[in-house]
């Protein structure tokens, strides 16, 4: 029987509370004991492993419940190894109501456009046919991580009736749910909407309601992308808190934020308050948030409603015929109630280019709008959106400079929000940092140097917390009976390395990485892989 005994470690539990000096006891894939004394009988054991962690911080393994990794585990060679440099041991895929699974072969060219900014290019032959095949596909590979997923409502939209602005019919309803049931029967933690994007922005009450009433029966949550995150943050807050307590099912509010300069240091407080008085009234509302002051997107994100057509197609004939251009840049030169109008809202010396599809715009990687359209003789940088998404089909990402670090503070600190990535696979040179360094960050910013969370706190947002959100059964903690998911590392050396200039700078000083008993990372290199499916039930 396979033995490893951590030695000397400064434990912290996951559970917030303060650490203390502990031995840790593994048995094959799980914790057998903590605390003190635990190392008689095991040195002369040929089958032992022991790790001196003197002087270093042990926790579980962080738990990142929002990574657009849902393509990447199945077509990238190296996918895994910047995860677990930021000892990341388990992840959850399919947010934001956007997923390449299920497909539908009428609608999918389309759909796999409209996502690839997030999630990457998706070859052919991919397990993405329904939610079982796709979890099939998932066990039957060598995972670098713990895996799950959500149901993407957006997704599931998409291939019942593809970008269609028309009410769902009864037989369109009653496909969607059939297809969350069957999310959810193959283990599923639950549903996520994407209410900003296209097909979902369509989407009446009653037809958000009735999708997560199905996940609510299977004893799932929901996490969602609100309809606005700016102007309407307070009222899209208010609409997901009531399409919740209807369905009966736990929210969770994903990348809270509140975005558009003149929303800074006013709408946060008003959304906080709004989620307060749902949870004193005994609603399970929770949020979670990244450590930056940036968003990422696709290109496609800046396009108001009055612009959008029921397909991507017709969006791009719309905007290429006579008078496309003008109308695009008269619509962005006024307010949309409902929706966010960033090149109002920020300017567009704020919207950075993060990923091109066409080799000839790749000096625009990195740049803001503002720039590149003045360089390239655009006489609005409206001209320059519309000349990118016709020439690359939509297939654009983009990082938008959004947020103030005082709002991004205060989130942090609320006792109900867990740390997350958002991590976006498709965006070529220049990804949002967060990809490679969102935990390191938060410890190193707002733990070591800046002291917003105590290292206790801030593990707790990294572990337990998310991991409970889910129902992620007997992760994120470092108890007796456990998995053992967990990392060792000095906290003046773990740090991350990746800004908006250099993003694709793995974090450094992660000194042990455990996955289900197993050593998979150690000094920074990657050893093996050890992840397996998760699910809810």
């Avoid at 032959?125 to 149901?151: H, I, K, W």
């Avoid at 959304?271 to 940036?294: L, N, W």
């Avoid at 905007?319 to 109002?344: C, I, S, T, V, Y």
């Amino acid at each position: 029987m396979k033995q490893t005994l951590i030695r000397g470690s400064l434990v912290y539990d996951g559970s917030g509370a303060p650490p203390r000096e502990a031995d840790i006891l593994i048995r094959e894939d799980r914790i057998e004991a903590i605390g003190s004394g635990l190392a008689a009988g095991i040195e002369d054991s040929a089958d032992a492993e022991i790790v001196d962690a003197a002087g270093k911080i042990v926790c579980p393994g962080f738990v990142d419940i929002h990574r657009h990794c849902d393509a990447a585990v199945l077509i990238s060679p190296d996918f895994g190894d910047i995860e677990l440099a930021q000892g990341i041991t388990s992840t959850v895929m399919g947010n934001c109501g956007m997923a390449p699974v299920p497909f539908n072969p009428q609608y999918k060219d389309e759909a796999y456009s409209y996502i690839e900014p997030m999630v990457g290019k998706i070859p052919p032959g991919l397990p993405f046919e329904n939610y079982s095949v796709y979890a099939d596909g998932l066990r039957s590979l060598e995972l670098p991580l713990n895996m799950g997923f959500l149901a993407g409502a957006g997704a599931i939209k998409t291939a019942v009736k593809g970008f269609a602005k028309t009410p769902f019919s009864k037989i369109e309803m009653e496909r969607t749910c059939d297809y969350i049931r069957e999310a959810m029967t193959a283990g599923a933690f639950g549903l996520s909407f994407g209410i900003m994007y296209q097909s979902e922005c369509y989407s009446s009450r009653q037809e958000l309601i009735a999708q997560a009433k199905i996940a609510a029966s299977f004893g799932g949550v929901l996490c969602t992308h609100i309809r606005g995150e700016g102007d309407s943050l307070c009222s899209s807050v208010e609409e997901m808190i009531a399409v919740a307590a209807a369905a009966e099912i736990p929210l969770n509010i994903s990348h809270f934020k509140a975005t558009g300069i003149k929303n800074w240091r006013s709408a946060i407080f008003r959304a906080i308050e709004c989620i307060g008085t749902a949870r004193s009234k005994g609603q399970k509302v929770t949020a979670d948030f990244y450590p930056y002051t940036g968003g990422s997107t696709t290109l496609m994100s800046l396009l108001p409603p009055s612009a959008l057509e029921d397909t991507l197609g017709g969006t791009l004939e719309k905007l290429a015929g006579p008078g496309g251009k003008e109308f695009l840049r008269r619509e962005l030169g006024r307010e949309h109630p409902g929706w966010d109008n960033m090149a109002l809202s920020i300017g567009w010396d704020r919207v950075l280019i993060s990923s091109v599809y066409l080799s000839e715009h790749d000096d625009y990687n990195g740049r803001n709008m503002k720039e590149i359209a003045a360089e390239k003789g655009f006489s609005d940088p409206a001209d320059l959106l519309t000349d990118l998404l016709l020439s690359e089909g939509g297939r654009t990402g983009i990082i938008v400079l959004s947020m103030a670090a005082e709002d991004v503070d205060e989130i942090c600190r609320l006792p109900w929000t867990a740390l997350i990535s958002d991590s976006l696979y498709g965006s070529g040179a220049n990804p949002h940092p967060r990809l490679y360094g969102a935990f390191p960050r938060l410890l190193r910013e707002y733990v070591r140097e800046r002291k917003i969370l105590t290292m206790e706190e801030a593990i707790h947002k990294m572990t337990a917390m998310p991991a409970e959100r889910l129902g992620i059964r007997q992760r994120g903690r470092l108890e007796p009976s456990y998995y053992a998911d967990m990392v060792i590392f000095d906290p003046e050396n773990f740090t991350d390395h990746a800004d908006y200039v250099h993003p694709k700078q793995k974090a450094t000083g992660m000194d042990l990485v455990m996955i289900n008993g197993v050593v998979v990372r150690r000094n920074d290199e990657t050893l093996s892989s050890a992840g397996r499916f998760l699910k809810k039930n």
